[in-house]
């Protein structure tokens, strides 16, 4: 699928019949306009001297404002919607992964080298030495992408059908930027025990362990049993993923703006897996001015040896019944702010209080948490005091090589290291 051009969440394709007289797509056109929805391209089916059939493609700005569009469209004289199709719906018909066989049966003595009898020999090999199975199957190479579906990226608990989808894109990810193989574990349990057992039980056949999209806390004792009962890989992507990849965005944006880690002041906003990963991860890499913020308002705060003295548990510096003040509050001189929960809970307003050279480390999923325009405005504006250093991170690109560090080194844990 070769698709360079500017990305839209919600771009359609619509098939018109309408009358083929001179400014009758003139009106379709004008609809686009008055709605601002942005045309993209007009493909013309077929078209005769009385009747034509154009594919229409243009954006809009959410599926109620596309269903709008179509309303107003298909009432106009002599214009008939013959269809109306999501590109992104399209892409995911049938699923988007599959398993695919390394090389063709051909022949009847091939066939019975790969099943029986010849794969008889290779399981009496492995069942004397375990370890032969990195050798001869696929797990050396397959992760096991496991969710419950309760915190499905930022739209939350869904259940385990409607995360499928993600965990297929998790699988396409590691396949296309690492070479592994993944499989997506949709469990329709969300009891902690449940899900541990049931991945103890399937670990056998597969290299290492992806937790995804699993809700906090939940997830920390989930992910903290199996790595002590497992002899394979156990990442929590949402934590360690999460984490990693916003200090190596931070690292680079302080390098920029000339400020070191130990003098900075950071707000989280956000204390859920990834939240509280990355307030452990940051503390570890030397920060000392941390504020932590829940909807209720400031639930973490500390300095210096106080909050490294509970990096690795952040429960005894939290005060989620009592909160100390305000997001707002907490923005108020900071130099850096990290939002890991729901969007659209800050202003321009709020932002502005930063100080000079501000970082703002925003995570997109499943919309910006801040105001396009507001970053339009500021970044990368060299005037005194209002340069925002802009940072949109993903870990989507880090992850899969994550996992083939574990495997080389054949750890079941990972390390702040």
């Keep these: 699928m070769n698709d360079t051009g500017p990305y839209s969440n919600y771009r359609l394709t619509v098939r018109l019949e309408l009358a083929n007289t001179p400014g009758m797509f003139a009106k379709v056109a004008a609809i686009l306009a008055e709605e601002g929805a942005n045309l993209g391209a007009v493909d013309i089916a077929s078209a005769t001297a009385d009747r034509m059939v154009p594919d229409v493609t243009f954006d809009v700005q959410s599926e109620a404002h596309g269903e709008k569009v179509l309303a ?140 995804e999209d699993i809700s906090s806390p939940r997830c920390f004792e989930i992910e903290r049993r199996l790595k002590s009962t497992l002899d394979i890989p156990v990442m929590h992507d949402d934590q360690h993923g999460t984490a990693v990849v916003i200090l190596a965005a931070l690292t680079n944006a302080l390098t920029v703006t000339g400020k070191r880690m130990e003098d900075i002041h950071v707000v989280v906003n956000g204390l859920g897996a990834a939240g509280t990963a990355c307030c452990r991860m940051l503390l570890a890499a030397g920060l000392s001015h941390l504020i932590g913020c829940e909807p209720n308002g400031i639930v973490l705060r500390g300095d210096g040896e106080q909050l490294r003295a509970c990096r690795t548990d952040l429960t005894p510096c939290m005060s989620k019944d009592r909160p100390q003040g305000s997001l707002r509050d907490a923005l108020k001189g900071a130099d850096v702010f990290i939002g890991l929960s729901v969007g659209h809970i800050v202003t321009e307003e709020d932002l502005d209080l930063m100080a000079a050279d501000r970082i703002v480390l925003r995570w997109p999923i499943p919309t910006p948490k801040l105001l396009l325009n507001w970053l339009l405005r500021t970044a990368g504006f060299l005037r005194p005091g209002a340069r925002t250093i802009r940072i949109k991170s993903t870990m989507r690109s880090r992850f899969p090589a994550s996992f083939v560090v574990h495997w080389t080194c054949r750890r079941a844990t990972s390390t702040k290291r």
């Design 72 to 211: 107003r469209i298909a009432a106009l004289p002599d214009v008939k919607v013959l269809s109306a199709s999501d590109r992104i719906f399209l892409l995911h018909l049938g699923g988007k992964i599959h398993v695919q066989s390394k090389f063709p049966i051909t022949t009847r003595n091939l066939l019975s080298m790969i099943y029986t009898p010849g794969v008889g020999r290779v399981s009496q090999a492995i069942a004397k030495d375990k370890t032969k199975a990195y050798a001869f199957t696929s797990k050396g190479n397959t992760v096991a992408v496991v969710t419950d579906g309760s915190a499905v990226l930022g739209l939350g608990n869904l259940g385990p059908e409607a995360a499928l989808p993600v965990m297929e894109g998790k699988a396409m990810l590691f396949k296309e930027l690492a070479e592994i193989d993944a499989w997506p574990i949709c469990l329709n349990t969300q009891d902690p025990e449940e899900i541990i057992r049931t991945v103890q039980a399937i670990a056998p056949g597969f290299g290492a362990i992806n937790l």
